[in-house]
């Protein structure tokens, strides 16, 4: 092993950690691990050369999986997704078993041709709210749910940036190119046996766990806002607010208080109030009654406070999810002021298994925290257009472009007819060309502005697919990827052997790191293990596709699992139990089948 080599081994092994440990975010380690070659001598920067590490800017793949988040979000503010969503609701009536079939097989067509974040994040509410109505435990249904998006993104090369991933390596090694549904005869088996599996032994291996939203039974714990100002010589006045009777009582918390129609932003009870001042109480209706009134609530014993009665509105209790992107990671709520910056009350947080009601203001919030949020309505809406949270309680909040609708399913049929009809054609249109092409028309008609598609682009993901691109190029032209390609020479009269190790492996580390990285490692080795044997390498980089997405053991190893995890109220062995079945009956599966329909 040279020094490089042994350099890039190492670099790999940190690179793996740093991703299972989350040290920093897994777009710095890549891009990290990308400088780290540059500054070893492993990649240079001459322009023309085999190893310029600019060359992975150029490669195809990321630049058709931001496209495919364009095209994603386009469906989502046209309100296609919504639709679907709401005619999933009256499609299943009261049946838990029709509704567990058609949620499978309509989310899976869908994360074959959508990202599956939106797809998920669209058809969360929607179960948690039927499963509210009808009194079903929604554990049963949202693992289901991220499976069926997994599995789903199988069928075709767009349906998930893994695919595209490997696709683009394999044509930078001089191989063929996948056209759009060369891989759905394994992707439809995949569904299929998703799709019995969940509605027989899968079904019964799925746990009953208690949401949030069920900690509290609303009909028991209905509270109201209220808010009330300060009078003219309210004993209030100069006060803190520790010292105050309104901070002794113990039945009514005060959210927020306002002067001059701005937020006081001290925390609580550092604040000292001032004439004029607007306080905003939360409690019960008996509880309110005895601070303000409103509306023939009467103001008894509020005469002695010095406050006089503003308005009471109904409190909204509303659940939600810390997205990938959210500002809100890596903070507390005591840091954050939660309370005086949004004016609403977290009353538990559910984490990694366990719900959370007393002791979690000290506790930094992380990707997948659900939080049960309770405040006034209008507060609840700005809070969840902020995009730090995920709205589980209700379908998209943001008002769609339904007009609009007609283009954007458009262009998604555009953009499978030209994938689907070009090889046989003879026009070979490469897909990061028809997806440039699609994208820029749903921004020019108008079903998303250019700034709504900067957002909706995660550049975490396309940037770590860079960087693991990079890795990928060093192990190539460091000669790594061949040195470990030759420790399998010892099996070249045996390539099945091989190809169920490679799948093996790659589902094995796709329930660790991210799945793009999985794929942007092993493809290169797959495809120099092929190569070493004298076999086609085809079959070996299907292996990797459909290896690097089936992960259904964890919560972490999938974005959509990790959704899924809060917001159903699981804990991790719960994946790992109605998962690892599932895990095992697709590596047989697709050891069988891979080298059928594609030949070593």
Known sequence: MSAEQLFLSVLIVVVFSAFVKEWVSAELVAMGALLACVLAGVLSMDNGAADNALSVFSNPAPITVACMFILSAALERTGVIDMLGIWFEKLVGTSPLKMLASLILIVAVLSGFVNNTPVVVVFMPIILGICRKQGFKASKYLIPLSYAAIVGGTMTIIGTSTNLIASGIALDKGMKPFTMFEIMPLGLVFVGVAFVYLMTIGRKLLPDRVTLAALIDSSESREFITHAFVKVGSPLIETAYVDTEIGKQKKVRVLEVLRAGRRVRDPLPEIRFEEGDEIVFKGKLSAVMGVSTSEGIDMRGNERLGLEGMRTESAVLMEGILGPDSSLAGKSLKELNFRQKFGVLILAVHRRGSNLQERFEDEKLEFGDTLLVQGPAEKMRRLFEEKDFINLSEPNLQETRNRKSPIAIGAIVLFMLIGA????????????????????????????????????????????????????????????????????????????????????????????????????????????????????????????????????????????NTFVYGAGGYKFGDFFKAGFPLAMIMWLVASYLIPLIWPF
């Open 421 to 560: 009809l070009s090889a046989p054609l003879g026009m070979n249109i490469p897909v990061v060309q028809t997806a440039l092409f699609c994208a820029l028309l749903v921004m020019v008609t108008g079903c998303i502005n250019p700034q709504e598609a900067y957002k909706a682009i995660e550049w975490k993901v396309v940037f770590m697919i860079f960087g693991m691109l990079g890795v990928g190029l060093a192990m190539t032209e460091s000669g790594l990827a061949q040195l470990i390609a030759s420790g399998v020479e010892g099996f070249k009269d045996n390539p099945h052997l091989v190809l169920c190790l490679v799948y093996l492996v790659a589902a094995v580390m796709t329930e660790l790191i991210s799945n793009n990285a999985v794929a942007a490692l092993l493809t290169p080795i797959a495809i120099s293990v092929a190569f070493g044997m004298g076999v086609d390498a085809r079959p070996f980089v299907v292996a990797v596709m459909f290896g690097s997405s089936a992960s259904f053991s964890t919560p972490i190893g999938y974005q959509t």
